[in-house]
């Protein structure tokens, strides 16, 4: 049972440049999200999926794009990266009834 | 809107004393639940614990306990005896009814000298 995984861990792009970051759970649960987490700042969220086909902005949507075609994946792509997008990057998922979010490993995204 | 303050930014303390997290929250919402994660210097989030707004009770798990207090919006995390495994930062996080993300608070870096 892998959980929630992300890939890469790593990363280093140049500006403009553009990049998906991978997010797959094999836990069948409907709710996903992304957070990045930058020093003094915590985790932020990105975006959010409450299912297939759906999709919502978080606090820190943009430069971000997202999308949901099937339960288990929900890629977070980059279209032109900026150096304000070096970050750590978390992807989420949880089950039904406020269940606890089940984070992936994260990727370390370093943007010059 | 909802708001979660972790007020302490760093805590350093040594070996065996107890060391109390802070957390407190905000919102206009009577049914919401409140968590606390760990992320220990390899960087991975662990859950330790969820409590959902009916219930006060407080809660212990071997060292750790969480004093949750409706009147003051806070939702305390305390370690007792305190071990060099334990350097961290924690997380507390809330979220609202319905399948609504949660808030994070911006973490308290927790450092225990030997």
């Known amino acids: 049972n892998a959980g929630v995984t992300q890939t890469p861990k790593f990363q280093v792009l140049k500006t403009g440049q553009s990049m998906t970051l991978q997010c797959a759970q094999d836990m069948n649960h409907e709710y996903m999200s992304w957070y990045r987490q930058d020093p003094g700042m915590g985790l932020r969220l990105i975006h959010y999926?409450?299912?297939?086909?759906?999709?919502d902005q978080g606090e820190v949507p943009n430069g971000y794009n997202v999308s949901r075609s099937t339960t288990e994946d929900f890629p977070l792509r980059l279209l032109s990266a900026a150096p304000s997008q070096t970050s750590v990057y978390f992807c989420?998922?949880?089950?039904?009834?406020?269940?606890?979010?089940?984070f992936g490993n994260g990727t370390r995204l370093t943007v010059t | 809107a909802q708001k979660v303050t972790q007020a302490q930014t760093e805590i350093s303390v040594v070996e065996k004393e107890d060391v109390t997290l802070d957390c407190v929250y905000e919102t206009r919402d009577t049914t919401y639940y409140l968590f606390w994660y760990k992320q220990p210097p390899s960087g991975e989030l662990v859950f330790l614990i969820r409590?959902?707004?009916?219930?006060?009770q407080n809660e212990i798990s071997g060292r750790y306990s969480w004093n949750f207090q409706k009147s003051t919006s806070s939702f305390n995390f305390t370690i007792t005896a305190s071990q060099v495994v334990d350097s961290a930062v924690y997380f507390c996080?809330?979220?609202?009814?319905?399948?609504?993300?949660?808030?994070f608070g911006k973490g308290t870096r927790l450092s225990v000298i030997a």
């Open positions: 996080a809330l979220s609202n009814s319905g399948n609504t993300p949660l808030v």
């Open positions: 409590r959902n707004s009916f219930d006060e």
């Open positions: 999926s409450v299912g297939a086909g759906i999709t």
């Open positions: 989420a998922s949880r089950g039904q009834g406020h269940s606890p979010l089940h």
